[in-house]
């Protein structure tokens, strides 16, 4: 008995190594395997990881957010045509967490980026989260590092650009890229508000629609002082995409060769740590403390036989930290 747990777990162990390696060598369908372990919090997906992180931290991770039809996920089909003409190879994920469960969108985006399926060069992954709270969960750090341990050069994360979700790709991504079109009068507030903090390329996409000409000046007018460079695209057309693509990397070439990608990089591993924490206390949480005795402890503090402050403290003591 105490032989073949032995062995199992031993043989657990060599199938978590392999997976690892087929990783490391590129392999896409050991990369979706992973991926959906990694969506389904599958503890599995911590063992294959820990023997990938070391390798990471090679890819370019750039952040492509903006309102919702700016033409992003069109726009990263052609930005990703580009990358392949300069022999690079591209991860794609697509996060949606304000609607966890669309498929729509997520099809939308498989049909507009369908130029690449078949290129063994370019991965593609939506991911499908959880987490209800805004945010980007912790499983989109994860998704990059293993997209990153694959070997792209460059890896792609398309978001709707609402609120958190902004902040936050500006803390998994080395770039943020910003996309408006000549119809987000709306939006500019919002720049100025707070997207310019987190942009550090701005696109002008739908350059052929009418109104584009003015809306680049005004643009760049804002942009002014800040620094930020700003880039006319029409991802209709196939328009604009190559100086894009040399803004890409020139902001890379800068990034490697400053100081600030190591500081980036100390802010990514902070900011993944402390999620990682976050989650796992959650975990133990809802394992040690159930609904049932959350609702117990509201009834009580509704009825003021107990004060709230006393009801979490007692609560927090049963994880026993
Ligand atoms: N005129 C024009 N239309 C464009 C351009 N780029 C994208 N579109 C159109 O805009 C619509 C939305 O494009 P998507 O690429 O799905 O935009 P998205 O930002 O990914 O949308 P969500 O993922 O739903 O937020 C589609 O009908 C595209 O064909 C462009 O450069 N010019
Ligand atoms: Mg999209």
Known sequence: MAKSRAKSSKDRKSGIDELAASILAGNPRSAARVLSLIENRNPLANEVMKRLYSRTGRAHVIG???????????????????FRRRKKRVGIL????????????????????????????????????????????????????????????????????????????????????????????????????????????????????????????????????????????????????????DGIEKRWAELVRGGNRKRRILDISRTQLLALIRDRLMIKFEKKIGEQEITRWAQRVASKASDPYTAAETILAKLDL
Do not use: W
């Open 64 to 82: 492509i957010t903006g309102s919702a039809g700016s033409g992003k996920s069109t726009l990263i089909d052609r930005i990703v045509a580009e």
């Open 94 to 245: 697509t996060v949606d967490p304000s609607s966890p469960f669309s498929g729509g969108a997520l099809l939308g985006d498989r049909v507009r980026m369908r130029n690449h399926f078949m290129d063994n060069g370019v991965f593609i992954r939506s991911l499908a989260t959880r987490d209800g709270q805004g945010g980007l969960p912790t499983c989109v750090f994860e998704a990059a590092q293993l997209l990153d341990a694959m070997g792209n050069d460059s890896i792609l994360i398309e978001t709707i650009g609402i609120g958190q979700n902004q902040v936050e790709i500006a803390r998994v991504a080395d770039t943020v890229l910003v996309v408006m079109t000549p119809e987000s009068g709306d939006e500019i507030q919002a720049l100025k508000a707070g997207v310019l903090e987190i942009a550090d390329l701005l696109v002008m996409n739908k350059s052929d629609l009418p109104g584009s000409a003015q809306m680049f000046v005004y643009l760049g007018d804002l942009l002014g002082a800040a620094g930020v460079p700003l880039f006319k695209t029409s991802a209709l057309n196939d328009d604009g995409i190559a100086p894009l693509i």
